[in-house]
């Protein structure tokens, strides 16, 4: 099984916490893809993900899985260890439901700001739209006051258990710190997640 990815980049990262979480790093090639110098959109990459963005997950039998949920739903099945995705019907409801709020209202909302409203990736961002980037980075913020609203009656983002919801969540703040958006000061429930979290071996505790 191989990783396509770029070490230290923010979608990379959630797979690579997964993995850690499962106890499963030495059980994967990592394969790195030089996105800095566009190798994500040679055709060899986009016949493994038509998106050309990393991660992408090589099993062994050929099949290629983009996508850090989908990938990180073939880890959890694939390997003992805690459940990232939930075991009965309602928990993995919560945690799909949680997960996407992580990912479309704080990763990507980041992300959007980062690629559209900043230099981004220089030369490799071939369109941009500051003025939906900066609404972005307003959608980024109201997610953070979404999840402190959250954690102060659960200890985890989808409830009880840490999940998949954590991880997005987690390397969406980083990625906001990277992006220079600022956490602001007045949310201490996402704040002492986030310590918790960052005690976590998985993200770097
Ligand atoms: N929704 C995708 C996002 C993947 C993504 O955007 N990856 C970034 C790296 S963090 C990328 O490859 N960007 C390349 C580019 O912007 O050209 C996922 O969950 O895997």
Known sequence: MKIHDFKGFPNPARVRIA????????????????????????????????????PVLELDDGTFISECTAITAYIDHAFDGISLTGKTAKDRAVIHMMQCRAEQGVMDAVGTYFHHATPGLGAL?????????????????????????????????????????????????????????????????????????????????
Request: glycine share 8%.
């Open 125 to 205: 961002e071939l369109y941009q739209n500051k003025e939906w980037g900066l609404k972005q980075r307003e959608r980024a913020v109201a997610g953070m006051r979404h999840f402190d609203g959250v954690l102060a009656s659960q200890p985890f983002a989808a409830g009880q258990n840490f999940s998949i919801a954590d991880i997005t969540l987690f390397v969406g703040l980083n990625f906001a710190d990277f992006a220079k958006i600022e956490i602001p000061s007045d949310l201490p429930h996402l704040t002492a997640w986030r310590a918790r979290m960052a005690e976590r071996p998985s993200m770097g505790g």
């Open 19 to 54: 993995l850690a979480e499962k106890g499963a790093t030495d059980k994967v090639e990592f394969v790195h893809v030089d996105v800095m110098k566009g190798e994500h959109r040679l055709p060899a990459f986009v016949a493994m993900n038509p998106n050309a963005a990393v």
